[in-house]
């Protein structure tokens, strides 16, 4: 059974940071691109980044670039998410996602964890 497992989210204050893990399990992490999506409330889910295999390629959103960094490690089978300079507007429920496609849309993964919220005050 796949599992993925988010944790590291939290309240925090306005231009702090957190950092979000996602633990993977039942499955060749190696072998899939990792992801991070959000949602905030009455709003769709937005791609955040992704990281390829084995880690050498990511993307980001424009809306987080500079201020987040997707890392990996296969032996460890996790993905992390350093978030800094976080804003008000980064608040919502942070999901980690695996699949073999290199995609920014989330129907393209094949797992998604359950999320983690994240609470940014101003």
């Known amino acids: 059974q796949v599992k993925l497992v988010e944790s590291g989210g939290g309240l925090v204050q306005a231009g702090g940071s957190l950092r979000l893990s996602c633990a993977a399990s039942?499955?060749?992490?190696?072998?899939?691109?990792t992801a991070w999506f959000r949602q905030a409330p009455g709003k769709e889910r937005e791609f955040v980044v992704t990281i390829s295999k084995n880690g050498a390629m990511t993307a980001y959103a424009d809306s987080v670039k500079g201020r987040f960094t997707i890392s990996r490690d296969n032996a460890k089978n996790t993905a992390y998410l350093q978030m800094n300079s976080l804003k008000p507007e980064d608040t919502a429920v942070y999901y980690c996602?695996?699949?073999?496609?290199?995609?920014?849309?989330?129907?393209?993964?094949?797992?998604r964890g359950q999320g983690t919220q994240v609470t940014v005050s101003s």
């Open positions: 039942g499955l060749t992490f190696s072998n899939y691109h």
């Open positions: 996602a695996a699949g073999r496609t290199w995609s920014r849309t989330t129907y393209d993964y094949d797992y």
